[in-house]
């Protein structure tokens, strides 16, 4: 009778005899993980009720007649309104004031600099000035003052480079003037016109003032920040965001009507009026509880998923908060892009967490854990379905691809066939929504093809994800399988012979795990170090002896004792190494828990009127549970029995494959295998064909008659 399970059945947990689906006290923390997510984001949830009707400008209307329910303005659109505010800020005149500080202060140090030049005089000079000195004092104060009163302009001033006729408004204490530019004098105008204007006055020494004149000259017309932005704040709020009224009880649209270019407005007018306003004055503890419901059945739906069809995820407790600490971080990334940052939603690399998923567990979650990401995310975000919609098929690609760290080609590849469907999916979805190519909002494909560049962090974050959750990933595996390694260089030079066998195992393993689609890279891997228990004592295995037995000096049980000892020291020596417990796994379960049967017949046959206790004979398991432990477990027995058999034939070697897993099974070793009835059939047909190459097997000639 074979113990084998079909793939789909539930599966138990690895290191337990009892069924997988039993409740134990521990599984109670497990689903607190599930709490504190639900709880988390409970936080992020909107706080309005959603307006629960799609359409789309230019399609079919599907629900029934939609009739107004309370009046409501109809909105512009926002384009349209922006336009008209850059419209009216056109024509809009900054504001300048005229400092009055300013100008006092520069007319007392024109006093100064005239006081100073009239001292100065000497002889002949400006004997005018002298005879006449209060009034060329009067001249330049009075000349000041009227500029400094109209106001000076800054030559470095921006508003310089408008044209002339660009009116400002030049306030001066509680009066405002508007005043074209042409007609605003800047600094270097007033320094030109005192000298060309001086030689015109009456005065007979008027060059005595023109450097105190210009010395005196400043700007004192500033732009004014302040009152610019109160008054354009002012303008813009005169604009109307309301093009029209809807009345309660009017009809906005027929079952099956075609929603035109005004319905379109007055449905998202509609939209807009019940979400901000009409669901906030419901019952906003309805409205949470709403959202925690949708939240909850879609996490606990996929726990118990986990729970019934994965329960080897369901035991590893760092596992599962890999799985569900993804619905925390993006469930953040979600609200920051909706409520915090000026980023579109669909920036976020939703595809990076089934990439993760695939890599360091199995294609199955991988999409589960998808689909269930953007179901919450589509909850906590403003988009429509055409947001869940591409996201999905993302994912779908995501899981498909060769997104593997091992080979860059695929993994970008793979990245180029994800932005595809994302583009194209977008494309599709404008062209139903009735946009040609040239109306098609292409900032979202923008923002996509960002979100597919993001979705690259995959591969630093695997090495990352390796160490904090105790994962293992090809790249580590193989790693791992660099025979440089310490373990490795120790099993050479101390027990070459168990390195040889091990090697052996690897090629055997490999080739069938490529069979049956299994994870080869680790079954080789795994091989390698399967065996590494039996270095401290190498010389009593069999395949490292030179002609000398040890065990002639030993009786049974001694010998069992150290034959099965190989196991424990393995585990051992790996914990101390520090390899992953996937590794640690095959070091347990490639004997499983067969017995040490040379020694334990040798035991019988010396012993025959005593009793025998059959569990010192016994390795202490436990059994295989996944493809690749069941793999090694037949690849380890297969390779070492094989080399018993003197120059066999090939119908030697499938007896002995056939009587190998005929013994494994009838001991029941496979009881919890994930191998099917079909991929053990495959990995028979493999073994053979292999077998029959590495001990070159002599041709079989017809007999005669």
Same mark, same amino acid.
């Given at each position: 009778?074979?113990?084998?399970?079909?793939?789909?059945?539930?599966?138990?947990?690895?290191?337990?005899?009892?069924?997988?689906?039993?409740?134990?006290?521990?599984?109670?923390?497990?689903?607190?993980?599930?709490? @504190?997510?639900?709880?988390?984001?409970?936080?992020?949830?909107?706080?309005?009720?959603?307006?629960?009707?799609?359409?789309?400008?230019?399609?079919?209307?599907?629900?029934?007649?939609?009739?107004?329910?309370?009046?409501?303005?109809? !909105?512009?659109?926002?384009?349209?309104?922006?336009?008209?505010?850059?419209?009216?800020?056109?024509?809009?005149?900054?504001?300048?004031?005229?400092?009055?500080?300013?100008?006092?202060?520069?007319?007392?140090?024109?006093?100064?600099?005239?006081?100073?030049?009239?001292?100065?005089?000497?002889?002949?000079?400006?004997?005018?000035?002298?005879? !006449?000195?209060?009034?060329?004092?009067?001249?330049?104060?009075?000349?000041?003052?009227?500029?400094?009163?109209?106001?000076?302009?800054?030559?470095?001033?921006?508003?310089?480079?408008?044209?002339?006729?660009?009116?400002?408004?030049?306030?001066?204490?509680?009066?405002?003037?508007?005043?074209?530019?042409?007609?605003?004098?800047?600094?270097?105008?007033?320094?030109?016109?005192?000298?060309?204007?001086?030689?015109?006055?009456?005065? !007979?020494?008027?060059?005595?003032?023109?450097?105190?004149?210009?010395?005196?000259?400043?700007?004192?017309?500033?732009?004014?920040?302040?009152?610019?932005?109160?008054?354009?704040?002012?303008?813009?709020?005169?604009?109307?965001?309301?093009?029209?009224?809807?009345?309660?009880?009017?009809?906005?649209?027929?079952?099956?009507?075609?929603?035109?270019?005004?319905?379109?407005?007055?449905?998202?007018?509609?939209?807009?009026?019940?979400?901000?306003?009409?669901?906030?004055?419901?019952?906003?503890?309805?409205?949470?509880?709403?959202?925690?419901?949708?939240?909850?059945?879609?996490?606990?739906?996929?726990?118990?998923?986990?729970?019934?069809?994965?329960?080897?995820?369901?035991?590893?407790?760092?596992?599962?908060?890999?799985?569900?600490?993804?619905?925390?971080?993006?469930?953040?990334?979600?609200?920051?892009?909706?409520?915090?940052?000026?980023?579109?939603?669909?920036?976020?690399?939703?595809?990076?967490?089934?990439?993760?998923?695939?890599?360091?567990?199995?294609?199955?979650?991988?999409?589960?854990?998808?689909?269930?990401?953007?179901?919450?995310?589509?909850?906590?975000?403003?988009?429509?379905?055409?947001?869940?919609?591409?996201?999905?098929?993302?994912?779908?690609? @995501?899981?498909?691809?060769?997104?593997?760290?091992?080979?860059?080609?695929?993994?970008?590849?793979?990245?180029?066939?994800?932005?595809?469907?994302?583009?194209?999916?977008?494309?599709?979805?404008?062209?139903?929504?009735?946009?040609?190519?040239?109306?098609?909002?292409?900032?979202?494909?923008?923002?996509?093809?960002?979100?597919?560049?993001?979705?690259?962090?995959?591969?630093?974050?695997?090495?990352?994800?390796?160490?904090?959750?105790?994962?293992?990933?090809?790249?580590?595996?193989?790693?791992?399988?660099?025979?440089?390694?310490?373990?490795?260089?120790?099993?050479?030079?101390?027990?070459?012979?168990?390195?040889?066998?091990?090697?052996?195992?690897?090629?055997?393993?490999?080739?069938?795990?490529?069979?049956?689609?299994?994870?080869?890279?680790?079954?080789?891997?795994?091989?390698?170090?399967?065996?590494?228990?039996?270095?401290?004592?190498?010389?009593?295995?069999?395949?490292?002896?030179?002609?000398?037995?040890?065990?002639?000096?030993?009786?049974?049980?001694?010998?069992?004792?150290?034959?099965?000892?190989?196991?424990?020291?393995?585990?051992?020596?790996?914990?101390?190494?520090?390899?992953?417990?996937?590794?640690?796994?095959?070091?347990?379960?490639?004997?499983?828990?067969?017995?040490?049967?040379?020694?334990?017949?040798?035991?019988?046959?010396?012993?025959?009127?005593?009793?025998?206790?059959?569990?010192?004979?016994?390795?202490?398991?436990?059994?295989?549970?996944?493809?690749?432990?069941?793999?090694?477990?037949?690849?380890?027995?297969?390779?070492?029995?094989?080399?018993?058999?003197?120059?066999?034939?090939?119908?030697?070697?499938?007896?002995?494959?056939?009587?190998?897993?005929?013994?494994?099974?009838?001991?029941?070793?496979?009881?919890?295998?994930?191998?099917?009835?079909?991929?053990?059939?495959?990995?028979?047909?493999?073994?053979?064909?292999?077998?029959?190459?590495?001990?070159?097997?002599?041709?079989?000639?017809?007999?005669?008659?």
């Amino acid at each position: 009778m074979l113990f084998l399970r079909p793939n789909h059945n539930i599966q138990p947990m690895p290191d337990l005899k009892d069924a997988a689906v039993k409740f134990r006290p521990l599984d109670v923390f497990k689903y607190f993980i599930v709490a @504190a997510v639900i709880l988390f984001l409970s936080f992020l949830f909107p706080d309005n009720a959603r307006f629960n009707a799609e359409f789309e400008l230019g399609q079919t209307w599907h629900n029934d007649d939609l009739i107004a329910p309370f009046d409501f303005p109809v !909105r512009k659109y926002p384009e349209e309104l922006e336009k008209e505010k850059e419209k009216l800020l056109e024509n809009f005149s900054p504001y300048y004031i005229v400092d009055t500080e300013i100008g006092v202060r520069q007319i007392n140090r024109f006093t100064e600099e005239f006081e100073r030049a009239f001292s100065d005089i000497s002889g002949n000079q400006f004997t005018d000035v002298l005879r !006449r000195k209060q009034r060329y004092l009067d001249y330049g104060e009075g000349f000041l003052n009227r500029q400094f009163r109209t106001g000076i302009l800054s030559d470095d001033d921006a508003i310089t480079e408008q044209k002339s006729d660009f009116v400002i408004n030049i306030v001066r204490g509680a009066a405002t003037r508007q005043q074209t530019v042409g007609n605003v004098n800047t600094l270097s105008e007033v320094e030109d016109f005192i000298q060309d204007s001086l030689p015109l006055t009456d005065l !007979r020494d008027p060059d005595f003032l023109f450097y105190p004149l210009r010395n005196s000259l400043t700007s004192n017309l500033l732009y004014s920040d302040t009152l610019t932005e109160l008054f354009k704040e002012d303008l813009l709020e005169s604009v109307s965001e309301v093009r029209g009224k809807v009345s309660k009880g009017d009809q906005i649209i027929l079952e099956n009507g075609i929603v035109t270019d005004e319905i379109y407005r007055t449905l998202l007018s509609l939209q807009a009026e019940y979400e901000e306003n009409v669901s906030r004055e419901k019952d906003g503890l309805a409205v949470f509880f709403g959202y925690l419901l949708l939240t909850s059945l879609s996490l606990v739906i996929f726990m118990f998923f986990i729970r019934f069809y994965l329960p080897e995820v369901f035991a590893d407790f760092s596992t599962l908060l890999f799985v569900f600490i993804w619905f925390v971080v993006f469930g953040w990334l979600v609200y920051a892009a909706e409520n915090l940052a000026d980023i579109s939603v669909w920036v976020i690399p939703f595809s990076l967490v089934p990439i993760l998923i695939k890599t360091f567990i199995n294609d199955r979650l991988a999409f589960f854990t998808h689909v269930v990401l953007i179901l919450i995310a589509s909850i906590l975000c403003s988009e429509g379905y055409e947001f869940a919609f591409l996201q999905i098929l993302a994912g779908i690609v @995501a899981v498909m691809s060769d997104a593997n760290v091992r080979n860059w080609s695929g993994y970008f590849f793979s990245m180029i066939f994800i932005f595809l469907t994302y583009a194209l999916g977008w494309v599709g979805l404008s062209i139903i929504a009735g946009y040609s190519f040239a109306d098609m909002d292409y900032t979202v494909i923008t923002s996509l093809f960002f979100n597919v560049f993001l979705t690259l962090l995959a591969f630093p974050l695997i090495p990352l994800s390796e160490r904090i959750f105790g994962f293992t990933s090809v790249a580590a595996l193989t790693e791992l399988a660099d025979m440089h390694r310490p373990l490795l260089k120790r099993l050479a030079t101390e027990a070459p012979g168990t390195l040889q066998h091990s090697i052996q195992v690897g090629n055997l393993g490999a080739a069938v795990a490529a069979e049956i689609g299994a994870d080869e890279i680790l079954v080789k891997t795994a091989a390698l170090y399967h065996d590494i228990g039996k270095i401290p004592n190498a010389r009593f295995f069999i395949e490292n002896q030179g002609g000398y037995n040890p065990h002639s000096e030993l009786d049974e049980e001694e010998s069992a004792r150290i034959i099965i000892g190989h196991v424990a020291e393995g585990l051992a020596m790996a914990k101390k190494a520090g390899l992953p417990k996937i590794l640690s796994r095959f070091i347990t379960t490639h004997h499983g828990t067969t017995r040490a049967e040379y020694f334990y017949r040798q035991y019988l046959k010396n012993h025959p009127d005593e009793s025998i206790d059959e569990e010192a004979f016994r390795y202490p398991g436990p059994l295989p549970v996944s493809k690749e432990e069941t793999i090694l477990m037949l690849a380890d027995s297969l390779e070492a029995s094989a080399k018993s058999l003197q120059n066999p034939t090939g119908k030697d070697i499938d007896e002995l494959v056939d009587k190998i897993i005929q013994q494994k099974t009838e001991a029941r070793q496979f009881f919890y295998s994930e191998l099917t009835f079909g991929e053990m059939d495959a990995a028979r047909a493999v073994f053979k064909k292999l077998l029959r190459s590495m001990n070159h097997v002599r041709i079989e000639y017809p007999e005669d008659d």
